[in-house]
């Protein structure tokens, strides 16, 4: 977790700088590493839960069968 963490203020960096510099080349290469370091921490994030066989939906449409 800590390593999203990281990614993620390090895009927020790449974002910050990219709004303060007058030099376009800079802004698009900031602008490119802020999208590779998000990447980056959606791949290192765990997946999402998923519905198991006893999630809400399913356990309301077997309890009358």
């Known amino acids: 977790m800590t390593t999203v ?3 993620k ?3 927020a960096t790449c974002a910050s700088l ?3 510099t007058d030099d376009e080349e800079s802004r698009e290469r900031y602008l490119r ?8 921490a959606e791949s290192e994030e765990p997946p999402a839960m998923q519905a198991g066989p006893y ?3 399913s356990a309301a449409s077997h309890r009358f069968n």
């Open 33 to 40: 590493l802020e999208q590779l370091y998000l990447t980056l």
């Open 5 to 7: 963490k990281c990614l």
């Open 9 to 11: 203020r390090q895009a």
């Open 18 to 20: 990219a709004n303060q």
């Open 55 to 57: 999630s809400s939906e």
